[in-house]
């Protein structure tokens, strides 16, 4: 019975080491990729300030270019709404990046009049600061794990590149119209621009999913879009003094285009962000229900344990009680046990004290040992067929000690079966009527 308590322990300890590794395992994967999901949500929402700023500050470089190349009081106009339409979004997203270096550096750079900073190094240094900026995009873009939302990201990214030389375009052929001048250097540019500009086009559609291909036709669809590059390949063709636009329906044409483009990408990380935050559901939701679960496994097999328990306790009770029964049995009775041949496996004390006999002068010997040769055979005859039927034997029988002497046992012997029916033993249970059987005998000589 020990060693059935001590392999339950370890069975139910095992058990419930286990249900706790999976458990471990599987929450904390759960909630890894809940993280996860939780870390795409914040890193779009800060692509998406980023971006704000770098639109703006895109519009207050073509704007700055144009304006230093031919001053007018309609750019200057303009170029004053811009610098405060900047300056909202970086105080607006100040609150969520940390903008503290852009924002002295824009200062900076707006404090340096054209006569200690040229047209040229005012256009790179605002170049500059989109850069960084779009650095700071990519790396948010790269260092995203979930392949599925990194590629969306990708085209994203891709369609910012566009924009980005969109507006450089828009900047060098602005200044060229203000001007009325096509330099070399402004030439090759426009062309290297122009180039990228396409080649960055191409790209994000090999990129593109069905989502963001539908909002690639409406971008392209778009009149300002071919005007636009009508313009350029004008220039390009070096028929500058063919362009009947000013430098401020350029401006707005363009921006129409800048915007398009602009437009289209915050869609495709719209559809991006939908698909981030389905799978921050789906992730929130298989961690709940793995938690549900687990959490009504554990309390499964709690309620398993103090049920196996109690069986255990109620189990070990009845041992004991079957214990003192056979005590008080072997007290009172004279006990053995034999095999299914008949030859004695179990004695008790009262059987070895009747008997004279030790008990491994018993074990392992028939019963017939003990049989009086004064019993009719056919008694045993009798008593081995009853039993072998599997019927109970009961009767009077005259046996022999060790020392010669007899004694007589009013014997009850049953067979013993096995939980699938099968005969294991035969137990017998004798009381000592010795006495009883020779007060009978001498009553009958004493009236004969």
């Known amino acids: 019975m020990k060693q059935n308590k001590i392999a339950f322990v370890i069975a139910i300890t095992f058990f419930a080491f286990m249900t706790i590794y999976s458990a471990w395992n599987d929450l904390s994967s759960d909630q890894d990729q809940f993280d996860n999901a939780t870390l795409i949500e914040k890193r779009l929402l800060n692509i998406i300030q980023i971006n704000k700023i770098i639109t703006e500050l895109q519009k207050e470089r073509g704007l700055t270019a144009i304006y230093q190349a031919a001053p007018n009081e309609q750019f200057l106009a303009a170029l004053g709404k811009q610098h405060l339409a900047t300056t909202e979004v970086l105080n607006t997203t100040s609150s969520v990046l940390d903008l503290t270096t852009l924002i002295k550096k824009r200062n900076r750079l707006q404090k340096l009049n054209a006569h200690k900073l040229g047209k040229e190094e005012r256009f790179k240094q605002y170049t500059l600061l989109i850069q960084e900026l779009m650095l700071q995009s990519e790396n948010l873009v790269f260092n995203t794990h979930d392949t599925r939302i990194k590629n969306a990201l990708i085209t994203y990214h891709l369609l910012k590149n566009v924009q980005e030389n969109a507006g450089q375009l828009r900047a060098k052929i602005g200044t060229a119209l203000a001007t009325k001048t096509l330099t070399a250097q402004n030439y090759q540019e426009i062309i290297a621009h122009n180039a990228l500009y396409h080649l960055l086009i191409n790209k994000s559609q090999m990129h593109q999913s069905v989502k963001t291909g539908t909002l690639f036709k409406e971008m392209q669809k778009q009149n300002c879009m071919h005007q636009t590059q009508a313009v350029i390949k004008t220039v390009m063709n070096g028929l500058l003094e063919k362009v009947t636009l000013t430098?401020?329906?350029?401006?707005?044409?363009?921006t129409c285009t800048v915007n398009s483009i602009h437009t289209t990408a915050n869609e495709s990380l719209k559809q991006i962000q939908i698909d981030a935050l389905k799978?921050?559901?789906?992730?929130?939701?298989?961690l709940i229900q793995h938690l549900i679960f687990w959490i009504g496994g554990a309390l499964t097999l709690i309620l398993l344990l103090i049920i196996s328990l109690?069986?255990?306790?109620?189990?070990t009770k009845k041992h004991q009680q079957l214990e003192n029964y056979q005590e008080a049995i072997d007290y009172s009775t004279i006990v053995s046990?034999?095999?299914k041949q008949g030859i004695i496996t179990y004695v008790n004390s009262a059987f070895c004290d009747i008997s004279g006999y030790e008990t491994n002068e018993l074990l392992h010997r028939p019963h017939s040992i003990v049989h009086h040769p004064d019993m009719p055979k056919e008694v045993f005859r009798v008593m081995w067929d009853t039993l072998q039927e599997g019927k109970k034997w009961n009767g009077i029988i005259k046996s022999l000690k060790k020392d010669g002497?007899?004694?007589?046992?009013?014997a009850s012997i049953s067979p013993i079966f096995d939980d699938k029916g099968e005969l294991i033993e035969y137990i017998a249970i004798r009381q000592d009527v010795t006495d009883i059987i020779l007060l009978n005998e001498e009553i009958r000589h004493t009236q004969s």
Do not use: C, G, H, I
């Not at 109690?310 to 189990?315: F, V």
């Open 247 to 254: 430098p401020m329906q350029w401006f707005e044409l363009s």
């Open 405 to 410: 002497t007899s004694y007589w046992v009013n």
């Open 310 to 315: 109690n069986r255990s306790k109620e189990l």
């Open 279 to 286: 799978t921050k559901e789906e992730t929130k939701n298989a």
């Open 337 to 339: 046990k034999t095999d």
